[in-house]
């Protein structure tokens, strides 16, 4: 079984501004509290690899979600937005 994962809230998903594979920004503290309520549901699940992308937003969630050694793989990321990095989502 595989399980994905999105990571918890940054200031950019707050004030809907997207975020791809440049912007590289943190969780803000809703998705920090997100991340730790993940792992209470997930606790549970029989869980043998946790591998996230190398975007702090996405390791932050990892590690605050389990108990597991994180294994950062460069090749999972989200796209390159171009343009639109940082840009509102309506524009």
Request: with cysteine.
């Amino acid at each position: 079984s595989f399980y994905f994962v999105r990571h918890g809230e940054t200031n950019h998903n707050k004030n809907l501004l997207c975020a791809g594979a440049k912007t590289d920004i943190p969780l803000n503290k809703v998705g920090k509290s997100q991340a730790v309520s993940l792992r209470e549901k997930i606790e549970t699940l029989d869980i043998n690899n946790v591998i996230c992308s190398p975007l702090q937003r996405a390791i932050q969630t990892a590690r605050l979600a389990t108990q597991h050694e994180v294994v950062i793989e460069k090749d999972i990321r989200e796209c390159d937005l171009g343009d639109f990095e940082g840009k509102p989502l309506p524009d």
